[in-house]
């Protein structure tokens, strides 16, 4: 008789699960900003990533050369062993190259093509041929045939340092506690923070993040709340086991899954008996003496709230010391109640506390599994406001068990979604309600426009990708609907909340053109599903014609301003919403031409900008400063249009800036520029 004791049940729950909290904790790897924990990633051509395999076609060569030196930013020096990376042109994969002793690289036996050259190294901040700034785009190098750019310089930065102590309560140090740096960075038209670095805290409660580029940041210290963790370790091992036992497998069933295999052996049959252990030490672990307080993730100098947290300005290799944090007790709470579903049965709902203003920073979600009564529970609850998302099965089961079948037949099951909001006080919150209600339905057709439809129409999908839904487990997560043979398809257990649409599948040739509900493109604007609101008629079309508009920005003198970022942007106001298709950001190459794809037809403005921030182009306060200095273009369908740039030079202490440059105080890295016909027709 195999009898196992609570100790080795516990040993074998915390191994089951214990790694897959892990990897779903591990925040994602980072541009720029390494800690000991840290990594760089982000670069284009990574050598983590398998080459492809370029036997059967043979990549083009040719006899140009671009060459030059990477010098350090601060001294000149040379840079030895720095990673330079060519990318562009014809080059099937990306070409790498080291500096050598004297900071020295070369790219041979390369064709003619547009290339990007971009330099990275542990200490630094990566850089891109031509750019302004660290982190600002950089400049595409246009190389002739035969031609030999030798005398290239790039000046290597070094990157900022945040390093500080994690103290605990009684001032002693916390190691192992996760320290994070936030950086205010422009994204879809507004000032976000955005993840840029980590580390843990040594033995000395010490943390140093390094390879930061410029710009104000925000701190959070993560702190380890090891009985919460462990008390839904043991939590969820209760359930895999009592599965196990009841079924002889856990990932294919009978035994077939090698998680489920493994485990029958050890437990020698037993789940349920170990479940039941489990159970009790989750009980056990349930005191409210032990559970009433926790640590609360703290931002510096000093608060539980990202918002009331003091921005560090870090200069271009600049380090802050004193980043010092005490972490805070804080009491907590238990959240608790009851999901309740149409047909009674809620098996496979999951559910989703939401912080939302510190989901945005990666914390402030918590969740849990709603038990065979109906009952869930929250533990360890840090006081603020949140919400309380149920998703998952019903008429036919979340995971397709009752209806879909193991082999996908039946109907697909129709999923349910719920929520409520809460406010945590550091008091327990009881006799909470979640009921479950159907998805919306989706229907819709696919239709395409100047070539031939594809002949497997079964093989396109049509997807719904949410806009700033929560992450796994969040209610916006929806399975890709299957077109028909005549085009049409239809989505149902459609939660409420703004998406964007997109197909996927062979449609090769094609482009998505325009997506239609009710007289509106929802390709410009979300498309919004509301409670009990279904979505009658969503026309796609697909398109053989796509329009490009192209030119040559020339400064005052006539030669190539290599310098600027060409701005193109809808002539309508109403489409200055964030990550528009109709507003598109350019670098001209040093040969100062440009080239813009894909926009839909329409009127637009063009402007040349100096050292514009990633993403402020789709800032409207932004936008309606440039209106003054901006040339009219329109585009048809199918066009191909030529616009050529030219920069007038002002009576402004800038060169080439508008004799108004007042009136773009606010944004004075922007220096826009007047063009040769600027305002005309506005």
């Not at 080795?8 to 790897?29: N, R, W």
């Not at 922007?670 to 005309?680: A, F, I, N, T």
């Amino acid at each position: 008789m195999n009898v196992l004791s609570r100790g080795t049940i516990l040993a074998i729950a915390l191994s089951l699960v214990s790694g897959a909290a892990s990897a779903a904790q591990t925040p994602p790897p980072q541009q720029q900003g390494q800690g000991r924990q840290g990594q760089q990633g982000g670069q284009a051509g990574n050598p983590r990533r398998p080459a492809r395999d370029t036997q059967a076609q043979p990549a083009p060569t040719g006899t140009g050369v671009i060459a030059g030196a990477v010098v350090s930013a601060d001294a000149g020096r040379p840079v030895r062993h720095a990673r330079v990376t060519l990318t562009g042109g014809d080059l099937r994969t990306a070409q790498f190259a080291a500096t050598d002793e004297q900071g020295a690289f070369s790219f041979t036996d390369l064709p003619a093509g547009r290339f990007t050259l971009s330099v990275s190294k542990p200490g630094y901040v990566n850089i891109t041929y031509g750019q302004k700034k660290p982190g600002r785009p950089g400049t595409p190098i246009q190389l002739l045939d035969t031609q030999k750019l030798t005398s290239l310089k790039l000046s290597l930065p070094k990157g900022g340092v945040l390093t500080g102590t994690v103290l605990d309560e009684n001032g002693d140090p916390t190691p192992g506690t996760q320290v994070t740096a936030f950086r205010y960075e422009m994204r879809t038209g507004e000032k976000r923070l955005v993840q840029a670095g980590n580390d843990q805290t040594d033995d000395r409660g010490v943390y140093r993040i390094y390879g930061l580029l410029p710009g104000d940041y925000v701190v959070r210290a993560t702190p380890r709340n090891n009985l919460s963790e462990l008390r839904q370790v043991v939590q969820d091992a209760a359930q895999l086991l009592a599965a196990a036992g009841g079924r002889g497998g856990m990932a294919g069933g009978g035994g077939r899954g090698a998680m489920g295999g493994g485990l029958q052996q050890l437990i020698g049959g037993r789940g349920g008996q170990a479940a039941n252990v489990l159970q009790g030490l989750a009980a056990d672990m349930s005191d409210p003496d032990e559970a009433g307080v926790g640590y609360a993730p703290v931002y510096f100098p000093g608060t539980t709230t990202s918002t009331n947290a003091l921005t560090i300005a870090l200069g271009v290799g600049e380090e802050h010391q004193g980043v010092d944090f005490q972490l805070q007790l804080v009491k907590t709470a238990t959240v608790s109640g009851t999901v309740l579903s149409p047909d009674g049965d809620t098996s496979g709902v999951f559910l989703t506390l939401v912080n939302e203003t510190e989901q945005a920073l990666g914390g402030g979600l918590n969740t849990t599994r709603v038990q065979q009564d109906g009952t869930f529970t929250f533990t360890n609850v840090a006081p603020g406001q949140y919400t309380v998302q149920a998703r998952g099965g019903g008429r036919g089961g979340r995971f397709g068990g009752r209806g879909a079948g193991a082999g996908g037949a039946g109907a697909p099951p129709e999923m349910l979604w719920g929520q409520s909001q809460v406010t945590v006080d550091g008091h327990a919150v009881t006799g909470m309600s979640i009921s479950l209600q159907p998805g919306m339905k989706v229907n819709g057709r696919l239709t395409f426009d100047g070539g031939p439809a594809p002949t497997e129409l079964t093989r396109v999908r049509v997807a719904l990708a949410p806009i700033g839904a929560s992450g796994p487990g969040g209610l916006a997560q929806n399975t890709p609907a299957q077109l028909d043979t005549s085009g049409r398809f239809m989505m149902s257990g459609v939660a409420p909340g703004r998406y964007t649409v997109r197909v996927q599948g062979q449609v090769q040739g094609f482009t998505l053109r325009s997506a239609i509900v009710a007289g509106r493109d929802v390709l410009d604007f979300p498309l919004e599903v509301k409670p009990n609101e279904d979505v009658a008629d969503l026309t796609l079309t697909m398109s053989t014609r796509t329009q490009e508009l192209s030119g040559t920005l020339t400064d005052a003198m006539n030669q190539p301003a290599t310098d600027y970022s060409v701005i193109v942007y809808s002539a309508e106001p109403q489409y200055w919403t964030p990550q528009s298709r109709r507003i598109v950001s350019v670098r001209p190459g040093t040969d100062g031409r440009f080239t813009v794809r894909s926009l839909p037809p329409g009127d637009y403005l063009m402007a040349a900008v100096t050292d514009v921030e990633p993403g402020e182009w789709f800032d409207p306060e932004f936008l309606q400063q440039l209106r003054g200095s901006s040339v009219s273009v329109s585009l048809s369908e199918g066009e191909r249009r030529i616009q050529d740039l030219r920069l007038e030079r002002g009576q402004s202490p800038f060169p080439q800036v508008l004799t108004h440059w007042g009136r773009w105080s606010s944004f004075q890295d922007h220096r826009p520029q007047c063009v040769e016909g600027c305002g005309k027709g506005l």
